[in-house]
């Protein structure tokens, strides 16, 4: 059965996310709202993550790989991002995108149940589908 979603912060305005955020108040357009994590399988989650539990698991995996490979340093966040969108298009077809690095800031909008977004150590990984 699927799990509930929340509502959006706001009717029509995709949700806006920044690696450099801490735990805590995150303003948008004026509402506070706290943004919540979950720790599983050695990763702090976004949560409630918009992907299937297995799905999660995989990126966090599939990550801790792929950082473990690339020696944890932060110019190889590129090789580290094609690593994963290729495992990702190949298991779950095209149009994936990922975002790897220690201080970003994005604007997305994807598809229903193919968004997570996470940490490992002070890495901050974000992936999802859109075409």
């Known amino acids: 059965r699927p799990r509930p979603r929340p509502p959006p912060p706001h009717p ?22 706290v943004e919540e994590y979950k720790t599983l399988w050695g990763a702090r989650i976004l949560w409630p ?9 995989v990126a966090v ?6 950082l473990e490979e690339a020696g944890k340093q932060e110019k190889e966040g590129q090789k580290v991002a094609e690593k994963l969108k290729k495992h990702f298009d190949e298991n779950y077809g095209p149009y994936w995108h990922v975002t790897v690095g220690k201080n970003f800031g994005c604007h997305a909008v994807h598809e229903k149940q ?13 992936i999802y589908k859109a075409q």
């Open 12 to 33: 029509g305005n995709p949700r806006r996310w920044r690696s450099d955020r801490r735990l805590g108040a995150m303003a948008q357009e004026g509402d506070k709202r």
């Open 49 to 57: 993550a918009d992907i299937p539990d297995n799905m999660c698991q």
């Open 61 to 66: 995996e599939q990550a801790q790989k792929a």
């Open 114 to 126: 193919r968004f997570v977004y996470f940490y490992i150590d002070q890495f901050a990984f974000m």
